[in-house]
């Protein structure tokens, strides 16, 4: 009953919380391997997004796949080794890995500077309307103005010639006319002047009414254009007051000899609703935004690639993990170096130098285990202990206290 207690799984609070707490960093591990997948695919998308605008789509998805496997396997190879152990493999995978970020991260950006400008665009085009607009009718109300002044110039000028007509006073009247004063053939000649020029003021002002409702009516479907439902309907309606605008000014202008200057050209529907088209001249004007957005998915692929590790690619058989357990422990130096992992020294000591041991087998554990992700190499003498080999050793130190214990306590009941 004495050896069964020995036998015994820890057991308690503390064990259990322990458990727990394994079992959540265990599932967290889990779950890290299909959030990576996600954003990788996330970043595969918008970088094949950018590359088909450049090259035939097929070899666009080639290179997508290649690029993406390239960081999540550099970012994983990166965790496993040191630069110390083997400087030429360790820069170039860090090579590799800045080569494919930067590849995923120029096209991913065309992607997200399509999307983040895609307002700013509609305004910007809008608003350039509107300046075209503006400067045109501009123009149209100075001329308006103009035509306007010399009107009303000539209608003062000819109620002035019919007073001076009726008080016999006009410079052009004969001698024997001159102050008159009276209805007569002059004053009537002068009176019927006076009331053409009214009426073609009359005329002149009724025109520039309906061409001021004409504007109006062009300003308004202007304005319906920054909030319209239907896009399409507004932009054909705008133009086609525009064009009533242009119509009707053509017409007053060539009346009364005035020149306007060329009408703006207006963007046709599909190019005011045209998207944009990824091309290099984006990073002309530089969107940060966008490149923040491109940089963001890749850093978080490499980050939760990083922080996963090099995980073994199998866990270990019982005999494999006997004889990890007994090849290790023939290793007599071990520190805690600065990542607060446990290491140890691979050589041999002078002393098995001096009496030529052969370690074939706990070196063949020490490739196997690095070989598996369980162990790093930090340079050519010594290798750290990965995060996943403490639980093995821990049970397998476990599993001999308490056998030791059983045949301590065997043997003190025996004596």
Same mark, same amino acid.
């Given at each position: 009953?004495? !050896? ?8 308690? #609070? ?5 458990? &727990?707490q394994?079992?959540?960093? $265990? ?11 996600m954003?990788s &695919? ?10 088909? %605008?450049?090259?035939t ?7 997508? @796949?290649?690029? !993406?496997s390239i960081? @999540? ?5 990166i965790?496993? &080794? %040191? ?10 995978? @860090?090579?590799?890995?800045?080569i494919?970020?930067?590849?995923s991260i120029?096209?991913?950006?065309f ?6 400008? *895609?307002?700013?665009? %509609? ?6 309307? +509107?300046?075209? #607009? ?6 149209v109300i100075?001329?308006k103005a ?7 110039g000539?209608v003062?000028?000819a ?13 052009e009247m004969?001698?024997?006319?001159k102050?008159?004063? $009276? ?9 019927g002047?006076y009331?053409?020029?009214q ?10 009414k309906?061409l ?5 009516q062009?300003? *308004?479907?202007?304005?319906?254009l ?14 086609? /007051?525009?064009q009533? #605008? ?6 007053l ?32 004007? =530089?969107s940060?935004?966008?490149f @923040? ?5 890749? =850093?978080?692929t #490499?980050?939760?690639s ?28 071990f +520190?805690? /170096?600065?990542?607060d992992e446990l290491?140890?020294? &691979? ?22 285990l690095? /070989?598996?992700?369980?162990l790093?190499?930090?340079d %050519? ?20 206290i308490?056998e030791? *214990? ?7 009941s025996?004596?």
């Amino acid at each position: 009953m004495k !050896q069964s207690a020995f036998l015994k799984k820890p057991s308690g #609070v503390g064990y259990l919380i322990n458990r &727990i707490q394994t079992l959540f960093v $265990g599932l967290l591990r889990i779950w890290t391997i299909p959030i990576v997948l996600m954003l990788s &695919i996330s970043s595969g998308f918008t970088t094949f997004y950018g590359l088909s %605008h450049f090259i035939t789509p097929w070899i666009a998805l080639v290179i997508t @796949v290649a690029v !993406q496997s390239i960081i @999540v396997i550099c970012s994983l190879e990166i965790a496993g &080794i %040191h630069w110390k152990a083997n400087r030429l493999r360790y820069f170039s995978v @860090v090579t590799s890995l800045l080569i494919a970020l930067c590849a995923s991260i120029t096209f991913s950006y065309f992607k997200f500077y399509e999307i983040s400008p *895609k307002g700013s665009i %509609h305004i910007e085009r809008l608003n350039d309307i +509107r300046l075209d #607009v503006k400067d045109y009718l501009d123009e149209v109300i100075r001329i308006k103005a103009t035509v306007l002044q010399q009107q009303r110039g000539e209608v003062e000028k000819a109620a002035t010639e019919v007073s001076q007509a009726y008080m016999g006073t006009h410079p052009e009247m004969a001698k024997n006319y001159k102050h008159q004063v $009276g209805e007569g053939p002059i004053w009537k000649h002068y009176n019927g002047i006076y009331q053409l020029k009214q009426q073609q003021q009359q005329e002149l002002e009724q025109e520039f009414k309906q061409l001021d409702d004409v504007i109006n009516q062009l300003q *308004k479907s202007l304005n319906a254009l920054d909030n319209a439902k239907d896009t399409e309907t507004a932009y054909y309606e705008f133009t086609h /007051n525009f064009q009533s #605008v242009q119509l009707q000014i053509n017409q007053l202008s060539s009346n009364f000899g005035q020149t306007l200057s060329n009408p703006p050209l207006l963007l046709t529907y599909n190019e005011f609703v045209k998207g944009i088209t990824p091309s290099f001249a984006m990073w002309q004007s =530089f969107s940060l935004f966008a490149f @923040v957005c491109a940089a963001m998915v890749d =850093f978080f692929t #490499v980050l939760l690639s990083y922080r996963l590790e090099f995980a073994a690619p199998g866990p270990l058989t019982s005999q494999e993990e006997e004889l990890v357990f007994e090849c290790i422990r023939q290793f007599t130096e071990f +520190r805690i /170096n600065e990542n607060d992992e446990l290491e140890m020294v &691979i050589e041999k000591t002078e002393i098995e130098k001096a009496r030529r041991y052969s370690d074939w087998s706990r070196m063949f554990a020490v490739g196997l285990l690095l /070989n598996r992700g369980f162990l790093r190499k930090i340079d %050519h003498r010594t290798v750290e202990f990965a995060p996943n080999i403490y639980p093995l050793i821990a049970e397998k130190m476990g599993d001999k206290i308490i056998e030791i *214990k059983a045949k301590t306590q065997e043997a003190n009941s025996n004596g």
